[in-house]
């Protein structure tokens, strides 16, 4: 099955630098990137997504890369603000059906220093 | 859209008795939903996929008869920890997939379970 890594477990930052934290899969078969937010206490949210037909896609300061080849994908966070003080979770899956199932790396504890 | 809600937020159970959890999509019909279970400071574990009609599919070391799992309507799917142990106190988070048939997953905003 998929084993998702992912790196640094925790990295701390000062408001206004950037973030970057970053994923690996192992099957190549999977096709479907997204990133999740999670405060403490809640739900993980969905922040953004990439497909394998994509090597990039940014939304405001929030971008991710994608490397098929090297089946690597960071998530990188321009601007920190505190607010963007979360753990960051990344997942693979192939997608196919409602059913497919997504696995997550073990998550980055992002704390950004006013 | 997409909004996936999940009540109650925080429970406080006695050891041995059974505590359900809902989970229902607000605003779309999700035939699959799935079950997760988090650890503090931890990634999120998947329980099983609760499919709307039919048995829900377990993933391995899960206990069908400790983690029911209902999807009886296309907004709702239930989670019971039966005959609950301090050891079950957890957080349980639900996710449905996009309803317009994107790869996204929405999650409910969790459950704590206390086992006391």
């Known amino acids: 099955g998929e084993n998702v890594e992912q790196h640094p477990s925790t990295l701390s930052v000062q408001e206004g630098d950037s973030a970057v934290i970053k994923c690996t899969y192992s099957?190549?078969?999977?096709?479907?990137f997204p990133w999740y937010k999670q405060e403490l206490g809640k739900g993980p949210q969905l922040i953004i997504d990439?497909?394998?037909?994509?090597g990039e896609k940014k939304d405001q300061r929030i971008a991710v890369t994608l490397n098929k080849t090297a089946k690597h994908f960071s998530l990188h966070i321009t601007e920190t603000q505190p607010e963007d003080s979360a753990v960051y979770f990344c997942a693979a899956s192939i997608e196919e059906t409602s059913g497919s199932r997504l696995t997550f790396g073990e998550g980055t504890q992002l704390t950004v220093n006013p | 859209g997409a909004v996936v809600s999940q009540h109650p937020s925080r429970v406080i159970c006695k050891s041995g008795t059974s505590v359900k959890i809902e989970c229902r999509s607000l605003?779309?019909?999700?035939?699959?939903m799935f079950w997760y279970r988090q650890f503090p400071k931890k990634s999120l574990m998947l329980m099983a996929t609760s499919n709307e009609g039919s048995k829900a599919t377990y993933e391995q070391g899960v206990e069908k008869d400790k983690f029911l799992i209902n999807h009886a309507s296309l907004t709702l799917s239930t989670l019971t920890v039966t005959s609950a142990h301090p050891e079950d106190s957890s957080f349980y988070i639900c996710?449905?997939?996009?309803?317009?048939?994107?790869?996204?997953?929405?999650f409910g905003q969790g459950t704590r379970l206390t086992v006391v």
């Open positions: 996710s449905a997939r996009d309803p317009y048939g994107r790869p996204r997953a929405f």
């Open positions: 990439i497909r394998s037909n994509v």
């Open positions: 099957d190549s078969a999977s096709n479907y």
């Open positions: 605003d779309f019909q999700a035939t699959t």
